[in-house]
Protein backbone atom coordinates (compact mmCIF):
# COMPACT_ATOMS: atom_id res chain seq x y z
CA UNK A 1 0.00 0.00 0.00
CA UNK A 2 1.27 3.32 -1.13
CA UNK A 3 1.67 6.01 1.56
CA UNK A 4 2.77 9.40 1.37
CA UNK A 5 4.07 11.45 4.50
CA UNK A 6 4.60 15.30 4.24
CA UNK A 7 6.39 17.12 6.72
CA UNK A 8 8.36 20.64 6.88
CA UNK A 9 5.66 23.24 7.12
CA UNK A 10 5.46 25.97 8.99
CA UNK A 11 4.91 29.54 9.71
CA UNK A 12 7.58 31.75 7.85
CA UNK A 13 7.81 35.35 7.20
CA UNK A 14 7.10 36.99 3.54
CA UNK A 15 10.35 36.46 1.83
CA UNK A 16 11.73 33.53 3.87
CA UNK A 17 11.88 30.11 2.51
CA UNK A 18 10.74 26.71 3.74
CA UNK A 19 11.65 23.11 2.44
CA UNK A 20 8.81 20.64 2.06
CA UNK A 21 9.68 16.90 1.59
CA UNK A 22 7.81 13.58 1.18
CA UNK A 23 8.24 10.40 2.21
CA UNK A 24 7.15 7.68 -0.12
CA UNK A 25 6.63 3.75 0.82
CA UNK A 26 4.56 1.30 -0.85
CA UNK A 27 6.20 2.43 -4.22
CA UNK A 28 9.35 3.58 -5.86
CA UNK A 29 9.00 7.34 -6.81
CA UNK A 30 11.32 7.20 -9.32
CA UNK A 31 9.16 5.12 -11.27
CA UNK A 32 6.07 7.30 -10.78
CA UNK A 33 4.62 10.90 -11.34
CA UNK A 34 5.12 12.97 -8.07
CA UNK A 35 3.33 16.36 -7.55
CA UNK A 36 2.94 19.21 -4.94
CA UNK A 37 -0.29 20.72 -4.35
CA UNK A 38 -1.92 23.61 -2.83
CA UNK A 39 -4.91 23.73 -1.05
CA UNK A 40 -5.82 27.32 0.16
CA UNK A 41 -8.42 28.75 2.43
CA UNK A 42 -11.72 29.24 -0.14
CA UNK A 43 -9.77 28.05 -3.10
CA UNK A 44 -9.77 24.90 -5.42
CA UNK A 45 -6.39 22.57 -4.31
CA UNK A 46 -4.01 23.15 -7.08
CA UNK A 47 -1.14 21.83 -8.71
CA UNK A 48 2.29 23.87 -7.37
CA UNK A 49 5.10 21.14 -8.80
CA UNK A 50 5.39 18.15 -10.82
CA UNK A 51 7.97 16.62 -11.73
CA UNK A 52 7.75 12.87 -14.10
CA UNK A 53 8.95 9.39 -13.62
CA UNK A 54 11.80 10.31 -16.08
CA UNK A 55 12.64 13.67 -14.20
CA UNK A 56 11.32 16.21 -16.66
CA UNK A 57 9.98 19.36 -13.63
CA UNK A 58 6.87 22.24 -14.83
CA UNK A 59 5.04 24.65 -12.43
CA UNK A 60 2.58 26.52 -11.81
CA UNK A 61 2.87 30.39 -13.02
CA UNK A 62 3.04 31.57 -9.63
CA UNK A 63 5.85 29.49 -8.18
CA UNK A 64 7.85 29.63 -11.00
CA UNK A 65 11.14 30.95 -9.95
CA UNK A 66 10.67 30.39 -6.74
CA UNK A 67 10.08 26.68 -6.06
CA UNK A 68 11.72 23.69 -7.00
CA UNK A 69 10.50 20.59 -6.71
CA UNK A 70 13.21 17.48 -6.15
CA UNK A 71 13.70 13.83 -5.26
CA UNK A 72 16.17 11.46 -3.57
CA UNK A 73 15.64 8.08 -5.18
CA UNK A 74 17.85 6.25 -2.79
CA UNK A 75 15.37 7.85 0.46
CA UNK A 76 12.53 7.48 -1.59
CA UNK A 77 11.41 11.19 -0.82
CA UNK A 78 11.01 14.45 -2.94
CA UNK A 79 11.30 17.94 -1.64
CA UNK A 80 9.56 21.27 -2.57
CA UNK A 81 12.41 24.15 -1.71
CA UNK A 82 10.22 27.50 -1.81
CA UNK A 83 11.82 30.63 -1.60
CA UNK A 84 10.63 33.95 -1.57
CA UNK A 85 7.76 33.43 0.29
CA UNK A 86 4.76 35.43 -0.50
CA UNK A 87 1.19 35.56 1.63
CA UNK A 88 -0.44 34.27 -1.34
CA UNK A 89 1.54 30.66 -1.13
CA UNK A 90 -0.52 29.95 2.28
CA UNK A 91 -2.48 26.93 1.95
CA UNK A 92 -2.03 23.33 3.09
CA UNK A 93 0.56 21.28 0.69
CA UNK A 94 0.04 18.08 -0.08
CA UNK A 95 1.70 15.69 -2.33
CA UNK A 96 0.67 13.43 -4.14
CA UNK A 97 1.53 9.67 -6.30
CA UNK A 98 0.10 9.59 -10.24
CA UNK A 99 1.36 5.61 -11.77
CA UNK A 100 3.55 6.28 -14.98
CA UNK A 101 -0.08 5.04 -16.89
CA UNK A 102 -2.41 6.83 -14.53
CA UNK A 103 -4.37 9.91 -15.63
CA UNK A 104 -4.86 11.03 -12.16
CA UNK A 105 -2.95 11.27 -8.96
CA UNK A 106 -4.14 8.43 -6.51
CA UNK A 107 -2.43 8.86 -3.53
CA UNK A 108 -2.42 11.48 -1.60
CA UNK A 109 -0.57 12.14 1.82
CA UNK A 110 -2.15 14.44 4.61
CA UNK A 111 -0.93 17.56 3.76
CA UNK A 112 1.20 20.13 5.98
CA UNK A 113 0.46 23.57 6.76
CA UNK A 114 2.28 26.89 5.37
CA UNK A 115 1.62 30.10 6.84
CA UNK A 116 2.89 33.17 5.30
CA UNK A 117 2.58 36.05 7.57
CA UNK A 118 3.27 39.70 5.80
Known amino acids: QVQLVESGGGLVQAGGSLRLSCAAS????????MGWFREAPGKQRELVAAISSGGLTNYADSGKGRFTISRDSAKNTVFLQMNGLKPEDTGVYYC????????????WGQGTQVTVSS
Open 96 to 107: ALKGPFQTTYAY
Open 26 to 33: GSRISGNN
